[in-house]
C-alpha cells in the first residue's frame, strides 16, 4: 500500500468527484462520446458511485465518483479495487488529502499466504495533489499496514516468541532499547499473573518492553494486549467465538503502530512500549475459575472466568508502566464484547479520568476520521467487582457493564500517572467497506498520533 500514492506521473486518468449538480459540467469537459455513455449507463452521481469513461481505443479517458453528500469520509477507499491498473489525479475533491488517505487505506490487501501469481498484478494508483505531505502519510500508512498484517497472521505462525520478535525489528530499526522476560522468569521478576495465563500453553509467556527517545522528555507509555490466540481457557469458548481469536493480540498490534508513528515522526518523548504476549491455552496447569491469584501491585485478584484473561495480563503490565510515574500511559484491548455490543466493530470506546486529554482524543479523531467514543468510569459499578474472598473479583457480577467494569478492574492498577486512557477496541473490519478490507484493522491510532503530536509538538 506504500506505493500506491505517488508524487508524480506522467498523463494521469482524472478521477472527477461529481454530484447530481456537478455531473454536467465535469462532461462539458469531456469529449461528447462521455456524456452518451454516462446516459447509456443511467449514471446520476450518486454518493459512492463509480463510473469508468472508456476512451476511443478501450482505454480508460476519465473516472467519475459520486461525492455527494456522503456521511463516509473514506468513501474514496473504494476506488483502488473498482478500478484498472493505471495512474489516477483527483479533481474537485472536497478533502483532496482525505481522498488520498482512504484511496491508500482502501490499496491494502493481505496476501503473505497466496501464490505468488495471486494478486501480484499491477494496479492502480494514485498521484497525489501539491501539498499532501507524502512522507508523513506513508509513516501513517505503514503503521495501519503493519497492525493489519500482525492481526491478520494466523496463530500457528504468529505466538508470543513471534510477537516478541516483530517488536524487536521496530525497536531495532528506531534504535530503541528492548528486552524481554520469558516463562519463569517472570516469576522471578513479579509478574504473576501474566505467567498464570499463559503457562498453560506450549509457547512460553513474556513480557516485551522497549523503551525510545530522551529521557529528559515526557514519558509516555503504552500497553497492548498480546494474547496470540485465546480458547478461553478452562471456560473454553464455542468453536463459533473462537474463530477470530488470532485477533486477541490487536491491541499490541495496534499499539506497535502508534510506536511506530511515534519513533518515525520524532516526537519529543521518552516512549516506553509494553506487551505482555500469551495463548490462553487449555492443560493440566491451566488457571482456573476460582483461584486467587497476585498480581505486581500486591492485590489478590479472584478469578471469576479464565476467558477474561486480558485484564490480567494487562494489569501486570500496567503496574510496571505505572512506577515510573509517567506523563501517560495509553492502553489498548481487545477486551470485551460488550464495547461490540454498545458501539459497533467500527467506533472505539475509549475511558479516562482526564477530560482534557478526552477531548484532545475526540477532536483529533473527528479530524482525521478514526472515530472513538469516550465512555464512563461509573465508579458505582465498582460494586460488581467485589470478591468475598480477595481484594477483587477480575469480572463483574451479571451481564451488565461489561466494557466499564472492565476499565474499572484496570483502573485500579493504575495510581501516579499523570493521565491514563484505556481503548477498548476491535482490532478487526467484519466485513469490507470502502478503505477497509476484511480482517485485521488499525483503530483508534491515527486519533491517539494526532493527539500526541498537538501535546507534544516537535
Given at each position: 500500500m506504500f506505493d500506491s500514492l505517488l508524487a508524480s506521473a506522467e498523463a494521469p486518468v482524472a478521477i472527477h468527484a461529481v454530484d447530481a449538480d456537478r455531473l454536467e459540467q465535469v462532461l462539458s469537459l469531456l469529449p461528447a462520446a462521455a456524456g452518451r455513455w454516462v446516459k447509456a449507463n443511467g449514471y446520476t452521481g450518486s454518493p459512492g458511485s463509480i463510473l469508468i469513461v472508456p476512451d476511443a481505443e478501450g482505454g480508460v479517458a476519465a473516472v467519475l465518483f459520486g461525492e455527494g453528500d456522503t456521511s463516509d469520509p473514506h468513501a474514496a477507499g473504494a476506488l483502488p479495487k473498482a478500478l484498472p491498473a493505471g495512474t489516477y489525479r483527483l479533481e474537485g475533491f472536497a478533502d483532496p488529502d482525505m481522498a488520498c488517505l482512504a484511496?491508500?487505506?482502501?490499496?491494502?490487501a493481505y496476501r503473505a499466504y497466496k501464490s505468488k501469481s495471486d494478486g501480484?498484478?499491477?494496479r492502480a494508483r494514485l498521484v497525489v495533489p501539491k501539498g499532501f505531505d507524502l512522507t508523513a502519510a506513508k509513516f501513517e500508512l505503514e503503521a495501519v499496514a503493519l497492525a493489519r498484517d500482525l492481526i491478520n497472521t494466523p496463530a500457528n505462525d504468529f505466538g508470543p516468541e513471534e510477537l516478541a520478535a516483530a517488536a524487536r525489528q521496530l525497536a531495532e530499526r528506531f534504535g530503541a532499547t528492548f528486552k524481554v522476560t520469558v516463562g519463569e522468569a517472570l516469576l522471578e521478576h513479579n509478574f504473576p499473573m501474566i505467567h498464570a495465563v499463559g503457562k498453560a500453553s506450549t509457547r512460553a509467556p513474556r513480557l516485551i518492553d522497549f523503551s525510545w527517545g530522551d529521557l529528559s522528555h515526557p514519558r509516555v507509555t503504552l500497553v497492548?494486549?498480546?494474547?496470540?490466540?485465546?480458547?478461553?481457557?478452562?471456560d473454553i469458548k464455542p468453536s463459533s467465538s473462537m474463530l477470530l481469536m488470532k485477533k486477541d493480540m490487536g491491541g499490541a498490534a495496534n499499539v506497535l503502530g502508534l510506536a511506530l508513528m511515534i519513533m518515525a515522526s520524532n516526537l519529543p518523548i521518552h516512549l516506553r512500549v509494553l506487551i505482555p504476549a500469551v495463548e490462553n491455552s487449555i492443560s493440566g496447569n491451566a488457571f482456573r475459575?476460582?483461584?486467587?491469584?497476585?498480581?505486581?501491585?500486591?492485590?489478590?485478584?479472584?478469578?471469576?472466568?479464565?476467558?477474561?484473561e486480558?485484564?490480567?495480563?494487562l494489569a501486570d503490565a500496567l503496574a510496571l508502566a505505572d512506577e515510573e510515574n509517567p506523563d501517560l500511559i495509553i492502553d489498548m484491548a481487545t477486551l470485551t464484547g460488550a464495547a461490540r455490543v454498545a458501539l459497533g466493530p467500527q467506533v472505539m470506546p475509549f475511558y479516562t479520568d482526564d477530560d482534557g486529554f478526552a477531548d484532545a482524543v475526540s477532536g483529533a479523531a473527528d479530524q482525521v476520521a478514526d472515530p472513538v467514543w469516550r465512555m464512563p468510569l461509573w465508579k458505582p459499578y465498582s460494586k460488581m467487582l467485589e470478591s468475598k474472598v480477595a481484594d477483587i473479583n477480575h469480572v463483574s457480577t451479571g451481564g451488565f457493564a461489561g466494557s466499564i467494569t472492565a476499565a474499572l478492574f484496570l483502573s485500579r492498577f493504575v495510581e501516579n500517572a499523570g493521565t491514563w486512557a484505556h481503548f477498548d477496541i476491535f482490532g478487526w473490519t467484519p466485513s469490507a467497506r470502502p478503505g477497509h478490507p476484511e480482517g485485521g484493522e488499525a483503530q483508534a491510532i491515527r486519533a491517539l498520533f494526532a493527539a500526541l503530536s498537538n501535546r507534544y509538538p516537535a
Open positions: 484511496f491508500a487505506l482502501g490499496s491494502y501480484d498484478e499491477d497492548g494486549k498480546g494474547v496470540c490466540f485465546d480458547t478461553g481457557g478452562l475459575p476460582g483461584d486467587i491469584l497476585p498480581s505486581r501491585k500486591g492485590i489478590s485478584v479472584e478469578i471469576g472466568n479464565t476467558d477474561a486480558g485484564r490480567l495480563v
